[in-house]
């Protein structure tokens, strides 16, 4: 199982991105994924998560209505929205994928992580 994340960059606060998780093998489309962060000198936290059908999401408060999680099970690929986005959001994105069909906010639930994309927001 892989799960390669990209979309990451460098953006003026009040940006917005768009990063995907493609996950390749046997998770594929039928279990949660979910969205991590990491700040430099930080612990990882959640971010937001999602249930295989899609039907159930979860968010952090700090993220929540300014971040949209979704996916397109057809091509195995996730996607996590970040819209109205500030200089407290720069950090190492990670998505991850957890053989419970649910979504999970704990980072021990999850199975399989991704390398990693840079989110960087100038103030």
């Known amino acids: 199982v892989q799960l390669q994340a990209s979309g990451g960059g460098l953006v003026q606060a009040g940006g917005s991105l768009r990063l995907s998780c493609a996950v390749s093998?046997?998770?594929?489309?039928?279990?949660?994924m979910g969205w991590f962060r990491q700040a430099p000198g930080k612990e990882r936290e959640f971010v937001s998560a999602?249930?295989?059908?899609?039907?159930?999401?979860y968010y952090a408060d700090s993220v929540k209505g300014r971040f949209t999680i979704s996916r397109d099970n057809a091509k195995n690929t996730g996607y996590l929205q970040m819209n109205g986005l500030k200089p407290e959001d720069t950090a190492v994105y990670y998505c991850?994928?957890?053989?419970?069909?649910?979504?999970?906010?704990?980072?021990?639930?999850?199975?399989?992580w991704g390398q990693g994309t840079q989110v960087t927001v100038s103030s």
């Open positions: 093998g046997r998770v594929g489309s039928r279990n949660g």
């Open positions: 991850a994928a957890t053989l419970q069909v649910g979504a999970r906010v704990r980072s021990a639930d999850y199975d399989y």
């Open positions: 999602i249930s295989r059908s899609g039907s159930s999401t």
